[in-house]
């Protein structure tokens, strides 16, 4: 199945010679995919396996807070640095890429990098599957 994802996107970028979404339907785009991947995150069980299985090694017993309170504390300061993290990484990649997205040049030959990229990721899952038979 993800082979033939790959391979569709990869032939609406190449074959097609389908050029570079306009700025306008970019932020659309990103509106969209800011949504998806915040519902994405919220139900993710990953998040819950790491706080149950990583965080608790970090809790001590002489320390007059209750493990419930350490275990909040751990989690709200994992939360706080990976917002700080985020915020300064969204302010350098806006900054600096503030050129990049205005170039129609740039933002074309991204794309057809990207379905060069799904065409090895097909050939890739293609060829696992041919061996794994």
Avoid: D
Avoid at 45 to 67: C, E, G, H, R
Wanted: charged residues 10%.
């Amino acid at each position: 199945m993800g082979c033939k994802i790959s391979e569709v996107t990869s032939y609406r970028g190449n074959v097609n010679n389908s050029e570079a979404p306009e700025l306008q339907q970019c932020s659309t785009m990103a509106a969209t995919f800011y949504q998806r991947a915040l519902v994405s995150n919220l139900l993710n069980p990953k998040a819950l396996v790491f706080f149950v299985m990583f965080l608790p090694q970090f809790v001590s017993t002489n320390i007059a807070a209750t493990s419930g309170e350490q275990m909040l504390v751990l989690g709200l300061l994992l939360n706080v640095l990976g917002l700080l993290f985020n915020l300064i990484l969204v302010a350098l990649v806006g900054t600096l890429g503030k050129p990049l997205i205005n170039n129609v040049k740039f933002r074309t030959y991204q794309h057809k990098l990207m379905s060069g990229i799904f065409i090895i990721l097909a050939f890739w899952m293609l060829s696992s599957f041919v061996t794994a038979l």
